[in-house]
């Protein structure tokens, strides 16, 4: 194996590893800026009000994704996989 093919590997794998996460992290976020906007505009400045809808969006966003995750995950694996002989 040769580092560059390391490195490629590497690359990938932080890439793949970007897009699983970004739906949930991309939920997360959204919801906390417009709980944080609202908190902003009636002056409620209690944190666990913005922890439950976070996590309650972040599950939803896990959902509906997860067909989508799984069949970024197992293309990934199964590239990765069939790909040991031409690596080594």
Do not use: C
């Amino acid at each position: 194996m040769e580092p560059q093919d390391a490195v490629e590997l590497g690359r990938q794998a932080l890439l793949i590893a970007t897009m699983v996460a970004a739906p949930i992290l991309l939920a997360g976020m959204v919801v906390g800026l417009i709980i944080g906007l609202m908190q902003a505009l009636t002056q409620i400045q209690e944190q666990t009000v913005a922890f439950v809808p976070k996590l309650v969006a972040m599950v939803l966003a896990l959902a509906f994704a997860l067909p989508w995750i799984l069949d970024r995950l197992l293309d990934y694996s199964h590239t990765l996989i069939t790909n040991i002989p031409n690596t080594l």
